[in-house]
């Protein structure tokens, strides 16, 4: 039972640099978001997704990119690291079904930006 | 639009004694509560959930009601214990894309 999987766990990088933060589940679920939850402010909804194919900002999308090519995977680009994104970054997925719904989430990202 | 409002932290309680975090919420149409926690340095649990008025969640001892008529979700647990030190997060689902909004958080923390 994988469920949702992120990685790395950790990352630091230097202002002006790209990376991609995975996100995989394995639950065949339609929804996946993305949320970065920094000290006093919780989680704030970065992207998210209805389905494969099917992206929409969230609270807080400048500086992230995302794509859903597949159901099974949502990974978030940062296009130029600023110091602003240091946070940890949760991926979430979803399901709703006879008016039945939840969201699991992975372990995180911690990222550092310098 | 959409919000949820905790009770500020942090919270600090001895060893069995009674606990209540409040959480009102707005939100347009009929959202599902939920209560997340989050231990040290891990992700997020689903402590309980609730999808419609009056509903109750329960799990580990804790409880929480779906109030429509006061937007409330409040979190209570009769005795608590030194292993439900975490942050504790109340969130709203809207349906049709089943995204969170969250509270703040409230760092609880249980003294023995």
């Known amino acids: 039972n994988a469920g949702v999987t992120q990685t790395p766990k950790f990352q630091v990088l230097k202002t002006g640099q790209s990376m991609t933060l995975q996100c995989a589940q394995d639950?065949?679920?339609?929804?996946m978001s993305w949320y970065r939850q920094d000290p006093g402010m919780g989680l704030r909804l970065i992207h998210y997704?209805?389905?494969?194919?099917?992206?929409d900002q969230g609270e807080v999308p400048n500086g992230y990119n995302v794509s859903r090519s597949t159901t099974e995977d949502f990974p978030l680009r940062l296009l130029s690291a600023a110091p602003s994104q240091t946070s940890v970054y949760f991926c979430?997925?979803?399901?709703?079904?006879?008016?039945?719904?939840?969201?699991?989430f992975g372990q995180g990202t911690r990222l550092t930006v310098v | 639009g959409n919000s949820v409002t905790q009770m500020e932290g942090p919270v600090t309680l001895s060893e069995e004694a009674f606990l209540t975090i409040n959480c009102t919420y707005t939100?347009?149409?009929?959202?599902?509560l939920f209560w997340y926690v989050q231990y040290p340095g891990e992700g997020l649990q689903l402590l309980l959930k609730?999808?419609?008025?009056?509903d109750k969640g329960s799990n580990k001892g804790f409880e929480a009601t779906y109030r429509k008529e006061t937007t409330s979700f409040h979190l209570e647990k009769g005795s608590v214990q030194v292993s439900d030190s975490a942050v504790y997060f109340c969130?709203?689902?809207?349906?049709?894309?089943?995204?969170?909004?969250f509270g703040q958080g409230t760092r609880l923390t249980i003294n023995p």
């Open positions: 969130a709203l689902m809207i349906q049709g894309a089943q995204k969170l909004v």
């Open positions: 639950m065949n679920h339609e929804y």
């Open positions: 979430a997925s979803s399901y709703y079904s006879n008016l039945n719904t939840e969201a699991f």
């Open positions: 997704s209805v389905g494969a194919g099917i992206t």
């Open positions: 939100a347009t149409g009929y959202p599902s």
């Open positions: 609730a999808t419609k008025a009056d």
